[in-house]
Each structure stands twice: as structure tokens, then as C-alpha cells.
Nanobody
């Protein structure tokens, strides 16, 4: 079992920055691949970014590439999502999720564990 807790969300103006954190606990938490997803009201949950346990393999959705950076600190069992140049369309609840295995994947159903989410609101 892996437990995930997100933090760092908030209200920011367009063009601003936020850093989300996903703290993992549980057996072998640092060996899981971790993904960030988001869900806006009335929309399906969508992939944002993911990182392998090693931190060397990452993946981004096209609309965040170049603005978001995912990283992880396995000594702290924490994965970060640095977001810059935020846009109103980035407004959503952001979730982190973990999956066993080495592959970095985009499909929510591939992830075994989920956090409760943190709200990100970008005002125009």
C-alpha cells in the first residue's frame, strides 16, 4: 500500500507559478512511478506529467510541456510539479497517482494509488 498526499495548490494570477508536492508513504514508495493528473469541472481526468522511480524518464502532456517540470526526491519520497506561466485553462483539481513498475504511462487506469487532490485556480 502507498499513501499519497498532495499540497501546494492555491489561487494565482495568470502568468504566475506554483509548485505542487506529492508526499508518498508506505512500503517501497520510492520505487513507484508517479503521475500528475488534473480534472476540471465537467471534464474528464487528464494526464499532466509522469516520472519513473529513477527520475530520469519523464513525460508531459503537450499543453504543459515547457511550462511544467516534474521531479522527484526519493530521499524524501516526494514528487514535485513545478508550474510556471500558468493559464486560466490550467484551473483544475490536481491529483498525484502511483503505479508499480518502471513504465511511465498516461492512462489513469494504469495507476493503483491516488491522492485526494489539491485545487489550482488561475485567474485571468
Amino acid at each position: 500500500q502507498v499513501q499519497l498526499v498532495e499540497s501546494g495548490g492555491g489561487l494565482v494570477q495568470a502568468g504566475g507559478s506554483l509548485r505542487l508536492s506529492c508526499a508518498a508513504s508506505g512500503r517501497d514508495a520510492s520505487t513507484y512511478a508517479v503521475g500528475w493528473f488534473r480534472q476540471a469541472p465537467g471534464k474528464e481526468r487528464e494526464f499532466v506529467s509522469a516520472v519513473a522511480w529513477s527520475g530520469t524518464t519523464v513525460n508531459y502532456a503537450d499543453d504543459v510541456r515547457g511550462r511544467f517540470t516534474i521531479s522527484r526526491d526519493n530521499t524524501e519520497n516526494t514528487v514535485y510539479l513545478q508550474m510556471i506561466n500558468l493559464k486560466p485553462e490550467d484551473t483544475a483539481v490536481y491529483y498525484c497517482a502511483a503505479r508499480s513498475g518502471t513504465a511511465v504511462v498516461r492512462t489513469p487506469n494504469s495507476y493503483n494509488y491516488w491522492g485526494q487532490g489539491t485545487q489550482v485556480t488561475v485567474s485571468s
